[in-house]
């Protein structure tokens, strides 16, 4: 089971709109694919047409399976159907903000025999690990210990970022900040081994000369941890996110015909290029 955390903790840089997309495309080429809201934003959620304040009940997030007390869950009783046919979704919404108030009395507690915060997410997911090929899972814009849990149960890290300067030097204190952080967990026993890392560049606009710039001032400083190809900024991925929708649920007819099919081509090669690091990850390359 390849599990992909979809991270940084730059807001808006393209996150959920990357998880979703990916999610529904392994979807439709047969994956069993579980998506993961671990955002008490709750976007994917949204997306997925789970309004967080409504459509989800208490204990119905992922807190629910990595909560401390004794009204612990299985994973496998929250875990939800999307109408997207194929995929399941573990939905989000503010109570996950729990976990970030509880994990700081858990270790002051420290039980023995129960595992620590970073472990938890881990734990979770090795109770469904034959129901699913892969799981994608969309991280809150922080790094708190809701995002290192998700770092620890990945096998895979996708860091989207939106080709702009002050964006750019977010997530390099983001990675700063991550490696510092999880050196000290991995001394702690937390898996910090990954299949792969990749860094995706989103909303990119090709007439854009600053942005080309920093696309190149990227490929130089992390080469080959790149995904080649990117995603391109478009009218068509953010009209149909207001209606909640992916590019995969608007029809083409909803925009002029270049706009989308521009759009969908940006989309299959960054899901296409993906979809292999999770076949060579496998042994099938
Ligand atoms: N390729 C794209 N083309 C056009 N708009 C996009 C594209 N990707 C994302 N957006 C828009 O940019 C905004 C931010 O995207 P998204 O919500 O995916 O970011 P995020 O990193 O999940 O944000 P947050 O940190 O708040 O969770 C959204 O309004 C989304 O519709
Ligand atoms: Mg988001």
Not at 30 to 55: C, K, M, N, T
Not at 88 to 112: C, W, Y
Not at 138 to 154: K, M, N, V
Request: include cysteine; charged fraction near 20%; charge should be negative.
């Amino acid at each position: 089971m390849q599990v992909i955390g979809v991270v940084n903790f730059k807001g808006g840089s393209g996150k959920t709109t990357t998880a979703a997309h990916l999610a529904q495309h392994l979807t439709l080429q047969g994956y069993r694919v579980l998506a993961i809201d671990l955002d008490p934003q709750a976007s994917l959620s949204a997306l997925h047409g789970y309004q967080p304040e409504f459509d989800v009940e208490e204990n119905g997030t992922l807190y629910g399976a990595i909560r401390y007390d004794d009204a612990r869950r299985e994973l496998s009783e929250i875990i939800r159907q999307t109408y997207f046919l194929g995929l399941d979704i573990v939905p989000g919404n503010i109570e996950l903000m729990e976990f970030e108030h509880e994990t700081p009395k858990a270790l002051a507690m420290r039980q023995s025999g129960d595992p620590l915060f970073f472990a938890r997410v881990a734990r979770a997911l090795a109770t469904v690990q034959d129901r699913y090929d892969v799981v994608v899972i969309d991280c809150p814009p922080q790094l708190g210990f809701l995002t290192l849990s998700a770092l620890c149960a990945a096998t895979a890290i996708l860091i989207p970022v939106h080709p702009q300067m002050l964006d750019v030097m977010s997530m390099c204190q983001f990675l700063i900040m991550t490696s510092d952080l999880l050196a000290v967990v991995a001394k702690a026993g937390g898996n910090m081994n990954y299949d792969w890392m990749r860094y995706l560049v989103t909303r990119y606009e090709p007439g854009d000369g600053p942005q080309a710039q920093m696309v190149g001032f990227m490929r130089s400083l992390f080469g080959d941890r790149m995904v080649t190809n990117m995603m391109l900024k478009s009218t068509a991925i953010s009209d149909a996110g207001i209606t909640k929708q992916t590019l995969y649920e608007v029809s083409r007819d909803q925009f002029t015909r270049a706009t989308y099919d521009r759009a969908m081509e940006s989309l299959d090669s960054v899901n296409g290029e993906i979809q292999s690091l999770i076949q060579a990850a496998w042994g099938r390359a």
